[in-house]
């Protein structure tokens, strides 16, 4: 158990972490635990998150290296001119509690974050030897998710990224103006170049022309070939998880249309793995920043939901405004918006809609779709039989037919369908009402 001074620590730089949304792992497939003096899996199981019904991951020890920073950010906790206590870890005391945590299973990893330790460069010195003690002396072969830190050098960021499952360099702001206005001594360019050396680096990996500098620790995957993912291929060795960031919303005019496209430009020409967003949570009473009676959960729901289907469902950030508004309708989900204000292309007909086209129908998603396809091969389809197969018509029953047919009592037309999904439940924020666990909750016995 951890002693008086480091139960501070932890009470203070576990609490200051709770704002990163951007800690969810995925992607990794190193297997540690099989070999002699390895410790740490980061395969599926190793790795079963746990989420707080605000959707942060409670399975990794979520620390900040400090939050002594000398940065002056207006919307953070952590800024220089505010009036919190302080605290900072030595590299060995998150070595030694992320690997005593491992083995007591309070833990399946390490989410580290920091403040800024009086320069870019020393704070991720600092993190960097909390990596290697972990790694080399430790033999810890979990999950590790680290910040860069923007502005740092390339070599200690390259340093990082080889012990590292993940990596994200935290946008926070949407734009310039806001960044200069909010957090004067962050500055665009430094965040994207380091975000771009991630992402060149990662490349190159995958691309097996990763080239390896000397005075560097040896890669991750150079370690243990064998056990680093499966087959015959050879291992990926910089930051095989790959890159995220956190964009801060609602403390700022930026719209949802600024980032949303900002987010699809992450994701087409930097391949970052997600872009989160963090409902801004009032931290401060700074004449720039909005009087907010609460975070604005629906807003960040609703970014959340328009992200999927840039990711995952072929729709373009364009497609996703009414020209007369560059936010989001928080009436009711982006896709069915889409849908209301293209009615034109509605209903579909489920028994010959083409996949892609089955995907843009509210509330029928890649698992309906595909069912949808396979089972009208051996028959045609009504909406008993979608039923039966699992497809949920609570919103797809006001945009599709089933031969030829709408659903009985249902008008195709906008004042009534608008009506009716503006009284979906799931028209509020799914995310609301939230508690936020506390580790030492968690270390104590909380039963969650
Ligand atoms: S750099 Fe800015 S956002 Fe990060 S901890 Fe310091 S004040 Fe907060």
Redesign the pocket.
Known sequence: MPNNELLRKLNILGAAAKYDASCASSGVDRRGSSKQGALGNSVACGICHSFTPDGRCVSLLKVLQS?D?????K??????TNDVERATFTPREIATLTYEFYRRNYIEGLFLS???IMSPDNTMEIMCETLRLLRQEFSFYGYIHVKAIPGADPLLIEKAGRLADRMSV?I?LPSEASLTRL?P??KKNSIFNSMRYISGRIEEDKSGKLLLRDNLPAPLGETMPKSYGTGSSFSRTFVPGGQSTQLIVGATDDTDHDILTLTENLYNKMQLKRVYYSAYVPAGKDPRLPTLAEPPLLKENRLYHAAWLLRLYGFQSSELFDKNSPNLNLRYDPKCDWAVRNLDLFPVEVNKADYDTLLRIPGIGTISARKIVSARKVGSLGFEELKEMGVVLKRAQYFITCRGKMMPHIKFDTKFIDANLSLDKRAKPIFSNCEKLSLLDYINGGDY
């Open positions: 939050n920073c000398v940065y002056d950010c919307y953070c906790v952590n800024r220089r920091s403040a800024v935290n926070e957090a001594q962050k």
